[in-house]
């Protein structure tokens, strides 16, 4: 084991996830986001809540889900340019006759992330952490706002709701070492702490979602 691995494994284990220089999304200019998928049948959604390790270990559980890729996502600023910064997010491939996309709102909302945090969730704290719901159609903007709304009005989150609303400029996938981190690593003290609970609670607050074998 090199010197550079061996550093790398030592700071996951202190609980606190700092990222390898890797990390960061190599310059580039990807193109611009699609709600097209490989598979036909299936629509795509992009969120942010975080660090994506724990966003995406959730989201592999859900029923009808048909794979979960972590990422960096970039908004559309007035201009119509990307964001300067590049959100941690999540890329999620589904079946909408098995789950809806209000279902996987519900998910993010109440259990993939703190609604009520800003740049900040868990120990991750960052302009790269920023909640956002990002809507790839008028469809998917007004789901948001509606759902957004019904969860304002029904008293369940006592703090008021900071995760944003934004139209998706482009999706990175981001390296292998990210991909899968939680299952591969289910161990890894930052997971144990901050990632299975949430798999405990989606299997606790909504079992009809819950299913046990993860979507590849």
């Not at 990002?134 to 008021?160: D, K």
């Not at 890894?188 to 046990?212: C, F, G, I, M």
């Amino acid at each position: 084991m090199n010197a550079v691995v061996f550093v790398l494994i030592a700071l996951v284990s202190l609980g606190s996830r700092m990222l390898p220089v890797a990390a960061s999304p190599a310059p580039q200019t990807p193109a611009p986001a699609s709600t097209a998928s490989d598979s036909p049948g299936t629509e795509t959604a992009v969120l942010a809540g975080g660090c994506f390790w724990g966003v995406e270990l959730t989201f592999e559980h859900v029923r009808g889900v048909r794979s979960v890729t972590s990422g960096f996502a970039r908004y559309a600023m007035p201009d119509g340019t990307a964001s300067p910064v590049a959100v941690e997010a999540v890329q999620i491939v589904y079946d909408p006759a098995r789950v809806s996309y209000r279902q996987l709102l519900e998910v993010f909302y109440t259990i993939a992330h703190d609604p009520t945090s800003r740049d900040r969730q868990g120990p991750d704290a960052g302009p790269e952490y920023r909640a956002i719901a990002y809507y790839q159609t008028h469809e998917q903007q007004t789901a948001i706002a509606s759902y957004v709304a019904e969860l304002r009005g029904s008293g369940g989150v006592t703090r008021p709701i900071v995760t944003e609303t934004q139209p998706l400029r482009r999706f990175v996938p981001a390296e292998p070492f990210h991909q899968d981190y939680g299952a591969r690593h289910p161990d890894a003290p930052y997971v144990v702490q901050n990632d299975l609970p949430k798999l405990k609670n989606l299997r606790t607050r909504y079992p009809a979602l819950y299913q046990e074998e993860r979507a590849p």
